[in-house]
């Protein structure tokens, strides 16, 4: 009983206690102390935040495929060296790339070679001769008054002070006259399709190995005429120039016995070949034995000589022939009126001879050259391509690889040689981003062209101005034209004109010279006489202003501004128009020569 209240006593507390704590509980609720009594504040604004993304549902970043890196594969097809840069190089430019680095190298060596051939041609005939080891008497002609470097009562001074006749000739290994072209392209495929079977990606080894191809494939031939005299000669030899280039000949005065070499040997000769000599026989012009000098390989075998000379007697042989026909069809118009046709044919021969008298008494008082005598200079110059010739490139490959074929070349089979020609005539710019020129000549002057251009100076025009023309004649085609362009030294030597250089304003990649520059290297070159200035701002104060009616044969004519531009004059035309020689940014981008009118602010006198 007691056990029994003492539970009910508990179950009452124990609900007694719950009432309280529900009501401290709900009191609890309703009481705001100060710290809960809101403040009169604007509300803030709700900011959403993203949700965390577990990171293993990012996204992987990937490299555009544009962007991957290419795995290189050399391909026989393809040039592989412009896929290769060095360490470090800029990859935006092709030029960079390793086969661009090597084909700057062969456009030097192209450069440099065209400069010797030029540079000998444009030498007086006893520099010429000193060069090829001859003695000076070879082109020692009569006493010339106007020459101030001759004296009359010393006949060792009396060498003629320019050549009558340049010859200058390019050939294929087998002789066959062609433009002054490069086998550069040839030359850097051969290599390809070599290296692709050893190391695609040994540069110095492709390096090597195209210079000794380029060294084995290109030679030089000169030949020093005898000097001769006649009665009106230089229009005999301008006749016997235009017979020649119609046969394709090397030009008269070549003796095919003198032709020396049966093929392409070593560059050592190249270097070494300049200082040869040859024996001379005198002769009459027609026959003269020229002095020869060889330098390099390639020159014509004696049979392929011969057959020059044959061409050569022929087109001389037409021209007699013609004469003869001439003389048989006057002596055919012969027959009834015999005596008035005679009477009236002394009367032509006397006036025909008071004019000789009279031009021999012109002649003996100008004292000119014509009386002086006349030499001759003849240049072949052979450059080796990838023919089916027993002298070609392949040829010559197949001995400079000989005793490297264990390496894993299989050799020039058929398939290996098409391999070569068909990446050399690949278009490499569009291919690789390569400039390559396959030459940098550009219509230069036939002898004949230049011995007209000359007559059209004054008779009274000084040595000096005649030899100023002429040099800027033989430049024609020949310095291509890069704004900006100064020379670096006199002659072609040095300048490495048409080499690869970096883009000027308008693209042209080929290292030439302005119109300013090329004024002040024709003169630098023919007189040895640097100009002061080399801009056409400075050219425009450059010596003494003359009138225009007074210019003379070497003197320039400038205009300045946007358009500046500086030509040197030549001879008057009609109309007051007058012929000039000027280095052109025209469609030519080279030397030429223009008829204008040039009615420009600035005419300047530069040697008296």
Not at 126 to 149: C, Q
Not at 150 to 162: A, G, K, R, V, Y
Not at 223 to 244: H, M
Not at 403 to 417: I, L, N, R, S, V
Request: glycine letters at 8%; a negative charge.
């Amino acid at each position: 009983m007691k056990r029994n209240r003492t539970v009910r006593n508990q179950t009452i507390s124990a609900i007694f206690m719950a009432l309280v704590g529900t009501a401290i509980h709900a009191g609890a609720q309703s009481y705001l102390s100060s710290y809960d009594i809101p403040e009169n504040k604007p509300a803030r604004p709700v900011v959403s935040i993203p949700p965390v993304v577990p990171e293993e549902t990012k996204p992987v970043e990937t490299m555009p495929e544009t962007e991957a890196e290419e795995v290189f594969s050399p391909s026989l097809a393809a040039l592989n060296l412009a896929y290769l840069y060095p360490e470090g190089a800029d990859r935006t430019d092709a030029q960079n790339s390793l086969a661009g680095q090597i084909l700057r190298e062969l456009s030097v060596k192209d450069s440099e070679w065209l400069a010797s051939i030029y540079d000998l041609s444009n030498r007086k005939p006893a520099e010429a001769a000193a060069k090829l080891g001859l003695p000076a008497d070879r082109v020692r002609g009569l006493y010339n008054p106007l020459d101030e470097s001759q004296t009359e009562d010393n006949p060792d001074s009396w060498l003629l002070s320019e050549w009558s006749r340049i010859d200058m000739v390019f050939t294929d290994e087998n002789g066959n006259r062609i433009m002054a072209d490069s086998n550069i392209k040839e030359i850097m495929a051969m290599a390809n399709t070599y290296f692709y079977y050893t190391d695609p990606e040994d540069s110095d080894a492709f390096l090597n190995y195209v210079l000794n191809l380029w060294d084995k494939s290109h030679s030089i031939h000169y030949s020093i005429g005898e000097v001769y005299y006649c009665d009106g000669c230089l229009e005999e030899a301008s006749g016997d120039t235009e017979a020649s280039e119609a046969a394709g000949t090397a030009g008269s005065g070549e003796n095919p016995e003198n032709a020396s070499g049966d093929g392409l040997t070593g560059s050592e000769e190249a270097q070494s070949g300049a200082d040869g000599t040859a024996a001379a026989s005198a002769s009459d012009h027609s026959q003269a034995t020229p002095e020869t000098a060889e330098i390099g390989a390639g020159v014509p075998s004696a049979s392929e000589a011969t057959a020059l000379g044959e061409d050569n007697r022929t087109g001389s042989g037409m021209a007699e022939g013609a004469a003869e026909a001439v003389e048989q069809e006057t002596k055919a118009e012969i027959g009834p009126g015999i005596a008035l046709m005679e009477a009236s044919k002394a009367a032509e021969t006397e006036t025909a001879e008071e004019t000789d008298k009279e031009e021999e008494r012109d002649k003996e008082e100008n004292a000119s050259d014509e009386v002086s005598g006349h030499v001759d200079l003849h240049i072949t110059a052979a450059v080796a391509g990838a023919s089916s010739s027993e002298k070609s490139l392949f040829s010559i490959a197949e001995e400079v690889t000989a005793a490297e074929q264990e390496a894993g070349f299989p050799g020039w089979t058929e398939e290996h040689k098409n391999a070569v020609l068909e990446l050399a005539a690949q278009d490499w710019k569009a291919a690789y981003g390569l400039t390559v020129s396959s030459t940098y000549i550009s219509n230069p002057l036939s002898q004949s062209e230049t011995e007209y251009y000359l007559s059209l100076l004054p008779a009274d025009t000084s040595l000096e101005r005649r030899r100023l023309i002429r040099y800027a004649l033989s430049s024609v085609g020949k310095v291509p034209y890069y704004w900006g362009g100064k020379p670096s030294a006199p002659d072609y030597d040095g300048n490495h004109f048409g080499s690869l250089a970096a883009a000027d304003e308008k693209g042209r990649t080929m290292k030439g010279l302005d119109c300013s520059g090329w004024i002040s290297w024709v003169y630098w070159s023919a007189l040895g006489k640097r100009l002061p200035a080399e801009s056409t701002d400075g050219l425009a104060n450059c010596g003494t202003a003359v009138a225009r009616a007074d210019l003379k044969p070497g003197d320039i004519i400038v205009r300045l501004g946007d358009e500046g531009h500086v030509v040197m004059f030549l001879a008057w035309e009609s109309e007051d128009r007058m012929k000039v020689v000027h280095e052109s940014s025209g469609s030519v981008n080279n030397v030429t020569v223009s008829t204008m009118q040039a009615s420009w602010p600035y005419y300047r006198k530069l040697i008296d």
